[in-house]
T-cell receptor, first 115, second 108 residues
Framework: GAVVSQHPSWVICKSGTSVKIECRSLDFQATTMFWYRQFPKQSLMLMATSNEGSKATYEQGVEKDKFLINHASLTLSTLTVTSAHPEDSSFYIC???????????FGQGTRLTVV | TQLLEQSPQFLSIQEGENLTVYCNSSSVFSSLQWYRQEPGEGPVLLVTVVTGGEVKKLKRLTFQFGDARKDSSLHITAAQPGDTGLYLCAGAGSRLTFGEGTQLTVNP
């Protein structure tokens, strides 16, 4: 099956710094990727839809200037958490989904801890 | 906004017991998917159900799609500790709409 690789798997950063998370589709081209945030033992909360070559679409309540998404190629989408604060600490997951009930492929997730 | 309600949200059972997880929506979905997620990893697809009334079996797991394609259930027979995880239903469209998840713990 298709593989989505997410890096890093975990990161600890100081408050006020920025962190970049990469999501790569390894054996297929993904024009659309989805970024989720997840709290312990809870479901996935969609943050934004990343579209190759165009601006990301953010869900209501998600600050686009804080969570910068870049989808510069068909195999790479990045999420940058800018000026991170402790409340941004969470598990972030990317996904490639081609729609129409096809299988969604998820990255391994990134555990972000802001201290 | 399409919403999926999943129940129960938490379930802790003993090895060997049976359980059922429910996923309900007021909206019709063209298909519905079930995922399982282990701590520190991304979700992995278990099954996709497409036809109303469809039943699919995956070893000890039985998935059913409601006749009206608004609800689904996951039944696990003789649960094992390895079944522990977060189970997510997702309605399929241009994007996936996830239920709240069911955290299952199977104790040895």
């Amino acid at each position: 099956g298709a593989v989505v690789s997410q890096h890093p798997s975990w990161v600890i950063c100081k408050s006020g710094t920025s962190v970049k998370i990469e999501c790569r589709s390894l054996d297929f081209q993904a024009t659309t990727m989805f970024w989720y945030r997840q709290f312990p033992k809870q479901s996935l909360m969609l943050m934004a839809t990343s579209n190759e070559g165009s601006k990301a679409t953010y869900e209501q309540g998600v600050e686009k200037d804080k969570f910068l998404i870049n989808h510069a190629s068909l195999t790479l989408s990045t999420l940058t958490v800018t000026s991170a604060h402790p409340e941004d600490s969470s598990f972030y997951i990317c996904s490639a989904y081609l729609g129409s009930g096809t299988e969604a492929f998820f990255g391994q997730g990134t555990r972000l801890t802001v201290v | 906004t399409q919403l999926l309600e999943q129940s129960p949200q938490f379930l802790s059972i003993q090895e060997g017991e049976n359980l059922t997880v429910y996923c309900n929506s007021s909206s019709v979905f063209s298909s519905l998917q079930w995922y399982r997620q282990e701590p520190g990893e991304g979700p992995v697809l278990l099954v996709t159900v497409v036809t109303g009334g469809e039943v699919k079996k995956l070893k000890r797991l039985t998935f059913q799609f409601g006749d009206a394609r608004k609800d689904s259930s996951l039944h696990i027979t003789a649960a094992q500790p390895g079944d522990t995880g977060l189970y997510l239903c997702a309605g399929a469209g241009s994007r996936l709409t996830f239920g709240e998840g069911t955290q299952l713990t199977v104790n040895p």
